[in-house]
């Protein structure tokens, strides 16, 4: 498995478990870290993905909200909406990622730790919002970092 992709479960899990605790501090994410201890050469991008993810949340999640059709947040289960997250930072953020990637990523992760639907359900709201991306339907702040 690669580096990237390992980061992005770990920062799956990581936000899972900040979502779950309803506190997005810097100590939950300590907290996490100490647990689970990611790997030193994963370190970065998992940091920068969850830091992305908690620091454009409010946008993230009006982004997702947009594109899922009578599907609150709350109703989503915690991985799907938390692996959703990840790749819309990534598509909105991370312009060195090819979107085809963190949409494939998602969808992956999805199966992984998800439900039979959660790769089925990614992929419908991810490609409406990268299609909304690419006719310049959303806008959004240049960097959150």
Not at 118 to 130: H, P, T, Y
Request: hydrophobic share 40%.
């Amino acid at each position: 498995m690669g580096n990237r992709r390992k980061s992005r479960e770990l920062a799956m899990q990581a936000l899972f478990y900040i979502d779950m605790s309803r506190n997005d501090s810097n100590e939950m994410l300590e907290r996490f870290c100490d647990n689970f201890s990611p790997p030193k050469k994963m370190i970065p991008f998992f940091l920068k993905l969850v830091k992305g993810v908690i620091q454009g949340k409010g946008e993230i999640d009006s982004i997702l909200e947009r594109f899922s059709d009578n599907w609150k947040l709350s109703r989503m289960s915690c991985v799907d909406r938390n692996t959703m997250r990840i790749a819309v930072y990534e598509l909105i953020y991370c312009h060195d990622i090819p979107y085809k990637v963190s949409i494939n990523e998602a969808i992956d992760m999805g199966k992984k730790f998800g439900t039979k639907e959660s790769g089925a359900f990614i992929n419908g709201i991810l490609d409406s919002i990268r299609i909304a991306l690419e006719k310049k339907e959303i806008h959004v702040k240049d960097t959150i970092h």
